[in-house]
Structure formats: structure tokens, C-alpha cells
């Protein structure tokens, strides 16, 4: 018994280690990530005056793909756990406590360094933007642009 759930132990790991460089994105320095579908469209562009520059944590963010797989990997685990009603018993609570940990494992993987960065347009307009940050340094006093998309705006070089 102990050998089949050292065995199982060992896929399971080995699945999620295997699947996990898919799910990172790495950004390069210097670069800025925009998603596919930013592609082709047009941005209204402000020169903008940095007022202020400070370090936040974008928190990660919660989906069914880490409650899920938490959910599943603690039932599997818990499966292995005595007989009958007691075996039920240990695969529900592995259930569950697997999502709460898949999904804490989840949020802390996306949670990312952000800067949050106060401008001025040259009409006098003051902007707060807060966006991830992609290795620029920003200091106050230069000039910079701030691209607008919609309701997005993101500071850039």
C-alpha cells in the first residue's frame, strides 16, 4: 500500500511539474506583453509628465483550473486513506482541501510586481495608472507616453 501511494505521489508531482512551464509566460527585460488581441488596433497616444512612481503587488488572480486541480489531486491522495466510510470520509476532505490549496497555490504563482505611476497630461489632466512591471524605470519629471485603449492605459517609452 505504501508503495502504491509513494507511486502515485511521484505521477502526480511529476504531471504537475511536466505541465507547468506551459502555464509561465515569461516577458523579456525591457520589453512590454500586450495580449493577441490589443493587435491592430489603433491607440490614442498622450505625451505625459511622471509625477510619481511607486511599487505595488498585483494580486494573483483565482480560477477553476487551480481549485480543480487541487480538488483532484487531494481526492486522489486522500483515496489512499483507510476503509469504507473512513475512506469516503478522507478522499471528500482531500477534495476540499486540495482546492484551498490549488487555489492558493494558483494565486501566489500570478501574483506579479506592478508600479503604480501618477502622470499629467499637457491639458493638466492627472492620471493614475497602475500596470505590470516590464523592467522600465520610470522617474518623475520625464516624459513619456501613455497609450490609450478603451478604458486600458498603459506608460511607455
Same mark, same amino acid.
Request: proline share 3%; glycine share 14%.
Given at each position: 500500500?505504501?508503495?502504491?501511494?509513494?507511486?502515485?505521489?511521484? +505521477?502526480? *508531482?511529476? *504531471?504537475?511539474?511536466?505541465?507547468?512551464?506551459?502555464?509561465? &509566460? #515569461?516577458? =523579456? =527585460?525591457?520589453? +512590454?506583453?500586450?495580449?493577441?488581441?490589443?493587435?491592430?488596433q489603433? &491607440?490614442?497616444?498622450?505625451?505625459?509628465?511622471?509625477?510619481?512612481?511607486?511599487p505595488?503587488?498585483?494580486? !494573483?488572480?483565482?480560477?477553476?483550473? !487551480?481549485?480543480?486541480?487541487?480538488?483532484?489531486?487531494?481526492?486522489?491522495?486522500?483515496?489512499?486513506?483507510?476503509?469504507?466510510?473512513?475512506? /469516503?470520509?478522507?478522499?471528500?476532505?482531500? +477534495?476540499i482541501?486540495?482546492?484551498?490549496?490549488? %487555489? +492558493?497555490?494558483?494565486? =501566489?504563482? @500570478? @501574483?506579479?510586481?506592478?508600479?503604480?505611476?501618477?502622470v499629467?497630461?499637457?491639458?493638466? =489632466? /492627472?492620471?493614475? $495608472?497602475?500596470?505590470?512591471?516590464?523592467? #522600465?524605470?520610470?522617474?518623475?519629471?520625464?516624459?513619456?507616453?501613455?497609450? $490609450?485603449?478603451? %478604458? @486600458?492605459?498603459?506608460?511607455?517609452?
Amino acid at each position: 500500500m505504501y508503495k502504491t501511494i509513494v507511486r502515485y505521489t511521484h +505521477a502526480v *508531482a511529476l *504531471a504537475g511539474l511536466v505541465s507547468l512551464p506551459g502555464c509561465v &509566460m #515569461e516577458e =523579456q =527585460q525591457g520589453y +512590454a506583453s500586450y495580449p493577441r488581441a490589443v493587435r491592430g488596433q489603433a &491607440m490614442q497616444v498622450y505625451e505625459v509628465q511622471i509625477l510619481q512612481v511607486r511599487p505595488v503587488v498585483l494580486r !494573483g488572480e483565482s480560477s477553476i483550473v !487551480g481549485v480543480g486541480a487541487g480538488a483532484v489531486t487531494g481526492g486522489v491522495l486522500g483515496s489512499f486513506v483507510g476503509k469504507g466510510k473512513a475512506n /469516503t470520509l478522507a478522499t471528500v476532505g482531500g +477534495a476540499i482541501a486540495g482546492g484551498f490549496a490549488g %487555489d +492558493a497555490i494558483e494565486r =501566489q504563482a @500570478t @501574483t506579479k510586481r506592478g508600479l503604480e505611476i501618477t502622470v499629467r497630461t499637457q491639458s493638466g =489632466q /492627472t492620471w493614475s $495608472v497602475v500596470q505590470n512591471n516590464h523592467g #522600465e524605470n520610470f522617474y518623475p519629471g520625464e516624459w513619456v507616453r501613455m497609450l $490609450v485603449n478603451g %478604458d @486600458t492605459r498603459t506608460i511607455t517609452r
